[in-house]
């Protein structure tokens, strides 16, 4: 969602670091951006809707310079898509803001500044948080620092924030709560970011604000920073190691297709630390040993695909360590009636590590009694691992396809380490067990590879299906949440309408809706089910419908024209659902391909959704 960059050089333009930062942000998803730079005349500023692009030739062409300046990505909350609620903000000609976040008393701020007599441009909750400093701004003689500090104590809700005055060529203030900021630090030159892949080009060098610091800064770094108590603090300067490359296409035509590609080896990156380190308590915190003796049962809270790595999960859980295991979506979660267990332990999963409602589900979890917690993130030092009492972190990284893939299928390999890891300590797995799911994990990376190379047959499937306008998923047990993935992939990227069923379920409603345009996508492996999935696909095929289904070998299917099939090329086992996705993954691509839909950044979606 929103991103949020600015900076101060010494004596050179910001305005490369703006837009090259907010090109950086763009994966996020957004709707319109704009920078603002201090110049002798006036705070100058740019804003577009649509590609940061537009924005950028617009700045150009204006031959806008300085070296202080903030820029933003909006993605449309408090009013349209348009250019007067595009950030930033003004007050005034003197006080230019970019915020994250939402002020949820906006309204009652607005009308209280409204009294004052500032006048409101935009319909956007942040137009207050301008006017807001601007006003402290004048009543604290000029002082950025103060000016904000003050104003803050006005703001109910989340918000990152970075600000700069008219008045003061040099400097700049930020301020977080709830939404993720960090400064960065080069030579001669300070930047801030709500992103680190924002500043990697320029500096490794990053320091994460807490909720509640204010920090001033200038081209040396920060001058002076407050936490959330008043107090001077200092938080630590670290060196991102976030590759370069991992934020660029490289040969590739979309980071979709790049990171479907890299799942080889962010799988093995992930299950190193368990080849390694074997299914060891340790891997997941200092005292997770304590934890999970002490645990008697399991709540994973999440969103999106990130729910469906969870719904996975509470199979291997449930039978591998025999820990009962709930799955909830983090959003409804937060708003019911729970009853608390304090021996349970909250999971949430998360590829950003800042998903608004997974973070807020958290937070309610922890009020309700709850003391563990564990985080499944992909990004370092994000809001959800710092909030919980232990975590493992996937290395998938930097994920930059709003569609979710590597990160879902490392996450399936973190959880079924939990799950291995559970059942050794609970008793229920032995040496030979352990051994055996070694060796499976080990082998895993290249059966994802296997499961690649089916992409010319696949392609071919992706012809027939982009021209339709539904499809059904099946899949049955544990199988059964990766055709949910698969139609969210379909949904996400071609707009195709698609739902997926337990295939039992057929019978009880769906199978009203098959017929010769309805494409039916089995995940039908060599498992205990098969027989029963074998069953459920007569049932279509006696209505008419078209079967496409991915399936092990031996499986003892006979294609014909209206049974398409595609077959990894052994017997998989326990981790067959991870390999099995990347077969709805690269369907999903290729029928986007074919549609020619915008795949990275599909309509309406967001990658990091940091509002409700
Ligand atoms: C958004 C993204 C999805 C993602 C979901 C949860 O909807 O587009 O790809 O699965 O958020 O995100 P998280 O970062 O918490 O995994």
Not at 210 to 222: P, R, S, T, V
Request: with cysteine; charged share 20%.
């Amino acid at each position: 969602m929103c991103g949020i960059v600015g900076g101060i050089r010494r004596h050179s333009n910001i305005v490369d670091f703006l837009t090259d930062g907010l090109k950086r942000l763009e994966y996020r998803g957004y709707d319109s951006s704009g920078i603002a730079v201090h110049t002798p005349d006036k705070i100058a500023r740019v804003r577009r809707v649509g590609r940061v692009q537009n924005m950028q030739d617009a700045a150009t062409a204006k031959g806008l310079t300085g070296s202080l300046g903030i820029g933003h990505t909006r993605w449309a909350t408090h009013g349209g898509v348009t250019e007067p609620n595009a950030h930033p903000h003004i007050s005034g000609g003197l006080i230019a803001v970019v915020h994250n976040g939402i002020i949820e008393n906006f309204e009652s701020e607005k009308a209280r500044l409204q009294n004052l007599g500032y006048e409101f441009e935009s319909q956007t909750d942040t137009e207050v948080i301008a006017h807001s400093i601007k006003h402290e701004y004048m009543n604290n003689g000029g002082d950025l620092f103060l000016a904000v500090k003050q104003a803050a104590q006005n703001f109910h809700g989340a918000y990152a924030i970075a600000v700069i005055a008219h008045d003061n060529p040099n400097e700049m203030v930020v301020a977080r709560m709830g939404c993720p900021l960090l400064v960065a630090f080069g030579d001669d030159e300070t930047f801030i970011a709500s992103d680190v892949s924002a500043v990697i080009a320029f500096t490794r060098k990053i320091s994460y604000l807490e909720d509640g610091d204010i920090a001033l800064l200038n081209a040396d770094g920060i001058i002076k920073m407050i936490d959330k108590t008043g107090q001077a603090v200092n938080r630590a300067v670290k060196t991102s190691s976030i590759s370069l490359a991992s934020l660029e296409l490289g040969g590739y035509n979309h980071f979709m297709q790049k990171e479907i590609y890299e799942q080889p080896k962010a799988i093995s990156d992930t299950a190193e630390v368990f080849l390694d380190g074997g299914f060891d308590a340790i891997n997941f915190g200092e005292n997770a040993e304590t934890i999970f003796k002490d645990i008697d049962s399991i709540k994973i809270l999440a969103c999106g695909t990130s729910y469906y790595s969870a719904l996975t999960a509470k199979y291997w859980l449930e039978s591998i360590a025999k820990i009962r295991t709930d799955v909830e979506i983090a959003s409804e979660y937060r708003y019911r009636d729970v009853i608390a267990n304090p021996k349970e332990l909250i999971i949430t999963i998360s590829q950003s590590g800042e998903t608004l409602d997974t973070m807020e589900a958290l937070k309610f979890a922890q009020n309700q009694g709850h003391k563990y917690s564990l985080s499944i993130c992909n990004v370092m030092e994000s809001a959800l691992p710092r909030a919980s009492t232990l975590v493992l972190y996937t290395r998938a990284g930097a994920e930059i396809g709003v569609a979710s893939t590597k990160a879902f299928t490392t996450q399936l390999v973190v959880l079924f380490g939990l799950a291995v890891t559970l059942g050794k300590l609970r008793g229920f797995v032995d040496e030979a067990m352990e051994q055996d799911f070694i060796a499976q994990l080990r082998h895993l990376p290249n059966d994802v590879q296997h499961a690649l190379n089916l992409e010319p047959q696949i392609v071919a499937w992706a012809s027939k299906f982009a021209a339709k306008p539904s499809a059904l998923f099946l899949g049955r047990g544990i199988h059964y949440p990766i055709a949910l993935e698969g139609a969210l992939k379909l949904k996400e990227i071609t707009y195709i309408h698609a739902e997926a069923y337990p295939a039992g379920e057929l019978k009880h409603g769906p199978l009203a809706l098959v017929d010769d345009n309805m494409p039916v996508v089995v995940i039908a492996p060599n498992d205990a089910l098969l027989d029963k999935v074998k069953a459920n696909m007569q049932e279509v095929s006696a209505r008419g419908g078209e079967l496409f289904v991915f399936t092990d070998l031996d499986t003892e299917f006979s294609a014909d024209d209206k049974v398409h099939l595609i077959r990894t090329p052994r017997h998989i086992g326990v981790l067959s659902p991870i390999v099995h996705t990347v077969g709805v993954q690269l369907l999903s691509y290729h029928c986007a391909l074919a549609k020619g839909t915008d795949v990275d950044k599909p309509r309406n979606l967001a990658k990091s959704v940091t509002v409700e």
